[in-house]
């Protein structure tokens, strides 16, 4: 354990509550704490305490009691922080938490950076690089799919995968150096066919982490899909009805307000994204063509696009309709399209079977009876490559992680290379030692400030 | 301790943080816990654990981990509620928060109501009913003054003088009502002097607790001081310099925004809240005259008005200033006023000596220096009678208290003019047991289940 100032933050969300509760790391945790704790039972000392042990009492400021508290004892190895770790559960005012914390600074305590508790447990062995970002992910995980993946990869299932890969490769990696050593008797202690079959073994396990993210992106931070048609054809109603499938608003977009329909909605555990469009009907109105250009825009930001119009209105707007989508089509070729004709509670199966012939890929919907939101669900969800998730496979979301599973997968592809050409061990070993390094990178047994500082930088305090 | 069904609820503020707190009460809370729980140590059960530890493992739906938790065991008697009960320290993210909670639910908890918890500590007997009064104060205390009344009420200071008081005056009630079944005989068992001198007691700890009252209602709500002044005259500045002097804005008024200052902020432990207002010169402006009429409502509602002017401009404009402060006088004769002339550092030492003479109750002051904040904040804080604060005496904030003592006292003169009176004793035994009664109502000896759904209701649920 690494001998550290102590630091302390509020761990729970700001703002009033019924509790809040303070976090104590470091060295001195439990001295501070004690100096300024009066135990229920007056001579109780919380240094003489078993760890992961609870003890009612108060919290004085000189002769002032600040408040009722109870105060949890974490003994080092044994606590998140790996450290000597003190939480005092207090009523949750705000004024009572500022008092708690401001008496814990004047006692000897720093405020705690952001993610330090986290970045502490990291360099003190409790959490590798890769688990710790999992944390990040796991409080701001808002469906279950992120939900998972954050868990997952927490547990160490991601990590583990990549350490093991690189011990394989790094003891290949010794007895190529080694060999260097011998060059002049020209041994091969690494067996050339086996080291092959590591390294196809990497390349599969790296392809596919790789091939994740695209999948494993869009369920960290929600499918947008854009929502085009007019206004009044349904869209409002259409997201109620997504919304009662499964009963729960993953959040509202900041900035958005409900008029304007930009709702994040979770479907089978995916969160999606969708985002209200005008029309974009021809026009030569100077208004109207900025809404349009505006309609572009937001489907270039789109994955997913829907396209949705009134059934009642088929009739009088077919033209209309017809080229509106050729439009997309063309702007679009590689776009996921849904046509959706919403209302057809409204009209008989004649105008139905007129529908479906002019525009065959079309999907009948009431969102008012629910007709049809299933069966837009399904394919929503069919869009994205949700079986990797449901086979509980690992799922690449950290840019970073991308980011250094990308220039490894170079690196072992120049070490293949070599194989295959009978390059000499010493470049080969330049390759090896790059994508070692950099599956290291992911663990966090390669690591600098800067790159730690960026990690931890994006947590809240107190964690 | 009564045997009820499980109840659970978030107990921290909602909003995503490093933690969250969820927490479970009543008979069967450690056993729906240990049903979801896996403990690192896989054998280990939760209900085989001492009261008052922490155990670190996996919140399990099925075999799908919803999260690493940390689970802290409380033992019956030895809990907040007098239950048992179980708190679950997880990832403080709203999407694990609320599966863990559907989760209980699914298991036999039932989602807890308002102060559900604390209500419970009162049906248990671990707190009287002002003490778990104080509870919801303590939590929506925002300022020195109010956070140590509360404390003092959670600690019993207010309610145990009542119950002692109510004690001894029951004590008389029984001799008194004893009488009566001997009423033929004419005995005294109630010696009418010791009598006299409890009540004459009692009468004095009610004056006091009910003369507190305005002091208490001013130190939890804050005190309002309505600003009266034209723009420019160095509003902003002076609450600025007025915050400088804290260095801690309270909070900013619901519903206002910055440009409109009105502002609470802490002096001295108290919270004041400055009203903005406009000037009232007089005008044949209709405009004007309703924004003359806006003042007005707001010096009706403000305890303290100041009314503040730009000394550079009182060479010009003295006839108007001194019409307006005599208008203010006229129409509150009692509210304090305290009469600022600000920009001070602007002007020369004859200007100022010709303000003094003409206006002599005047306070001279620079918001821009920081010249006269100081004598102002005093004044401010000696407006109030803080002298009960500082003596630590019991203080009543809560308006319930309030009336149940003025109904209290009332039945109080009833006895004392019945003892002067020389009543028979049945009839100064009902008014005796009316007092009991009002005391009663104080402490939760007398209650019932509107009056308690009432307290209750207006706590945070988790409390």
Redo the contacts between chains.
């Keep these: 354990m690494i001998h550290q100032d102590t630091i302390v ?13 303070i ?1 104590l790391s470091g060295s001195d945790a439990i001295k501070i704490a004690d100096s300024c704790f009066q135990s229920v039972t007056a001579t109780k000392s919380l240094s003489n305490q078993k760890t ?5 009492g108060h919290i004085i400021d000189d002769s ?5 508290v109870l105060v ?1 004892v ?1 003994k080092n190895p044994n606590s998140y922080t790996g450290e000597d770790v003190v ?1 005092i ?1 207090c ?6 938490q500022q ?1 708690i914390i401001q008496l814990f600074l004047r006692n000897g305590c720093r405020m705690a950076t952001a993610g330090e ?1 986290t970045l502490r447990a990291f360099l003190n062995g409790k959490l590798d690089l890769s688990q710790a970002e999992a ?1 990040a992910d ?7 799919a ?3 993946i954050a ?1 997952q990869q ?2 160490g299932g991601f990590s583990s995968e990549i350490a093991k890969l690189r011990e394989e490769l790094l003891n290949f990696a010794s007895l190529i150096e080694l060999e260097l050593d011998f060059a002049e008797e020209d041994v091969e202690f690494a067996d050339r066919t086996q080291f092959k079959a590591l390294i196809e073994r990497i390349t599969f396990v790296l392809k596919r982490l790789i091939d994740s993210f695209a999948v494993g992106n869009v369920i960290k931070n929600g499918i947008p899909v854009a929502i085009v048609g007019e206004p009044n054809v349904g869209k409002s109603t259409l997201l109620n009805a997504l919304l009662n499938e499964e009963r729960a608003i993953v959040s509202e977009i900041a900035g958005t307000t409900r008029d304007t329909i930009e709702d994040e909605i979770s479907i089978g555990g995916i969160g999606f994204r969708f985002i209200d469009t005008a029309g974009i009907r021809d026009t030569k109105d100077v208004v109207e063509s900025i809404g349009i250009k505006k309609t572009f825009e937001k489907i270039d930001q789109a994955q997913v696009v829907i396209y949705l119009f009134d059934s009642t209105q088929f009739e009088a707007l077919e033209s209309q309709f017809i080229v509106e989508l050729e439009k997309i089509k063309n702007k679009y070729p590689q776009k996921p399209l849904i046509v959706i004709a919403n209302k057809i509670d409204q009209i008989d199966d004649t105008q139905i079977a007129v529908m479906q012939k002019d525009i065959p890929e079309i999907q009948l919907l009431s969102a008012k009876t629910g007709f049809g939101v299933e069966q837009l669900t399904n394919k929503l969800l069919n869009l994205i490559n949700t079986g990797a998730l449901r086979n509980n496979e690992t799922i690449i979301t950290n840019s970073r992680h991308y980011d250094s599973l990308l220039k490894a997968f170079e690196e072992i592809q120049k070490v293949k290379y070599g194989l295959d050409t009978d390059l000499s061990g010493d470049l080969m070993a330049i390759d090896i030692r790059q994508a070692l390094y950099h599956f290291g990178e992911i663990t966090g047994e390669i690591t600098n400030d800067d790159l730690l500082g960026n990690i931890f930088a994006n947590f ?4």
């Design positions: 933050a509020l761990a729970t969300p700001s703002g009033a509550g019924a509790i809040a509760v976090r992961h042990t609870i003890h009612l002032k009691t600040i408040d009722e949890s974490f939480e559960s009523h949750g005012s705000n004024y009572i008092e508790f944390v796991l409080i701001s995980s808002d469906n279950e992120s939900h998972q868990m927490m547990r809240c305090i107190g964690k």
